[in-house]
């Protein structure tokens, strides 16, 4: 039976993650390839990794740290933001990340979602899906709409449609974040998750809310998501990957358990 | 010296990447003769078996294959690689190489775990691998050790006899199957962590020769 994956979310800005993890002795490391080797250690399933510099003149350090990445852990791991083209997924992809997932880019030109599934396969493609709560209307009849600019902007598209459409254009899995429920350490959007996994049939990350094990619990049995994207919890030191998996384990949740 | 066999048919680094954490020397290649004087073989492939069945023979990499499967060299086929070795692929139709009795085929569109969940295609993600017999490269494979797999076919060998390992996905199906020389896995070891990179270790010291 599939295993159900926790998946560390590591946020890089010019080589440098953004938010260090505390561990052995509360030590920050900042180095994007160190902690992604400590997660690798500590039985993480796969690493998304989000490059948010700002400067386009700075990619070339992304896909270094992608390389240093590749030689160091030997588990699935993606690389997402600044994707606008097939030739900048060419390039993650070659320096040996195992998928890249497009969000901004896709909302404005979906065939990017087409054009990568062909190029290099639709396990390679993740559609990553900013998502916030809306009033239910003919236009969003999910009640949940796209967003962009990290919530700032409406788009106008209902997330429940465009996860279908992105589908059947060829997008291999979904990482669905809300953003009313990202930061929060509320939980996850319990009911946005299980309606979007639902409804289609390519696996669904779920992203943004994880304040305890109980979340990560919830999501992965009542929202059923097939995997749970972890980020402050872990990387501030409040419970390991390890302690993680234990915890689900316990209660019955398959997980990979040896690593 | 490994050759790493190079049909376009996805990203190969990673297999040269892991190979080389292990201290192997090898070549990602698609030359007649660099593939006839390595020691072994590694024969990987992500995507569609008609367009890859369709490269093989182009590069005229399918007969080099047979010739060196008939010649007792040790070979490894990964994801793709474990199922165009067969005889015949629903995907796309393919005539696929032989090597093995049986065919590859597509898991059912709808259908449900023992828990009554409904599954996803692809199989995608961590599951793990039941050993039906003894094989020198499978060894030491535990019961909770788990390896990735991303695919929407499986393969079906005409007879067990084939078959070295199981896995479970709605379905029982053949995720290591192997004959004489040859042993190839629906999975991807060199992303399955430690679990995978002890099984890579272990092809890469395998004679070609079963213990028994």
């Known amino acids: 039976m599939l295993s159900k994956r926790i998946i560390p979310c590591l946020d890089v800005r010019d080589g440098k993650t953004t938010k260090g993890v505390k561990f052995q002795g509360n030590i920050d490391i900042g180095d994007p390839v160190e902690m992604a080797r400590f997660y690798y250690q500590e039985g993480a399933d796969e690493i998304v990794f989000y490059d948010i510099t700002a400067s386009s003149d700075h990619r070339d350090i992304m896909i270094d740290v992608v390389r240093r990445v590749a030689e160091e852990i030997f588990i699935p791991f993606s690389v997402g933001g600044g994707i606008r083209t ?13 998928k890249v997932s497009v969000n901004t880019a896709a909302v404005r030109n979906p065939e990017i979602i087409a054009d990568g599934a062909r190029a290099f396969g639709s396990q390679c493609i993740v559609l990553g899906m900013d998502v916030k709560k809306v009033e239910i209307s003919r236009k969003i009849p999910s009640g949940y709409e796209i967003v962009i600019h990290g919530g700032r902007t409406y788009m106008g598209i209902d997330a429940l449609e465009w996860a279908k459409q992105a589908e059947n254009m060829g997008a291999g899995e979904i990482c669905l974040n809300s953003i009313d429920a ?22 669904v990350i779920a992203s943004g809310g994880a304040g305890n094990i109980d979340h990560i619990y919830d999501v992965l049995t009542k929202g059923k998501a097939d995997a749970a994207l972890v980020a402050s919890i872990v990387h501030d030191g409040t419970y390991t990957v390890k302690q993680i998996k234990e915890a689900l384990h316990a209660q019955g949740v398959k997980v990979r358990m040896r690593w | 010296m490994i050759a790493i066999i190079d049909y376009k048919a996805g990203n190969l680094s990673s297999v040269e990447r892991a190979l080389k954490k292990l201290d192997f020397r090898c070549l990602i290649t ?48 990964i994801c793709l690689g474990a199922q165009i070795i067969l005889e015949r692929s629903r995907e796309n139709e393919a005539e696929c190489l032989g090597l093995i009795k049986g065919s590859v085929e597509l898991f059912p569109r709808q259908f449900f775990s023992e828990e009554k969940d409904r599954l996803k295609i692809p199989h995608m993600g961590w599951n793990s691998v039941n050993l039906r017999k003894g094989h020198p490269v499978l060894e030491g494979i535990a019961p909770a050790d788990e390896f990735y ?3 929407a076919y499986y393969p079906l060998p005409a007879s067990d006899e084939y078959v070295f390992g199981t896995t479970c996905y709605g379905i029982e199906f ?25 099984l890579l270790e272990r092809f890469c010291t395998w004679d070609g020769r079963h213990a028994e």
């Open chain 2, 149 to 151: 797999f991303v695919h």
């Open chain 2, 30 to 77: 698609q030359r007649r003769e660099e593939i006839m004087s390595c020691e072994r073989i590694i024969f990987p492939g992500v995507g569609a078996a008609g367009r890859a069945m369709s490269d093989l023979k182009r590069l005229g990499l399918d007969e080099v294959l047979r010739h060196e499967y008939n010649a007792g060299k040790p070979i490894l086929g």
């Open chain 2, 174 to 198: 053949a995720s290591a199957i192997g004959y004489n020389n040859l042993i190839a896995v629906q999975f991807h070891p060199e992303k399955s962590g430690k679990a995978g990179m002890r």
């Open chain 1, 182 to 203: 990202d930061g929060t350490l509320q939980g996850y959007e319990m009911n946005l998750t299980s309606l979007i996994s639902e409804n289609v049939n390519i696996p």
């Open chain 1, 86 to 98: 097939i030739e900048d997924m060419r390039r993650v992809l070659l320096a040996g990340a195992e």
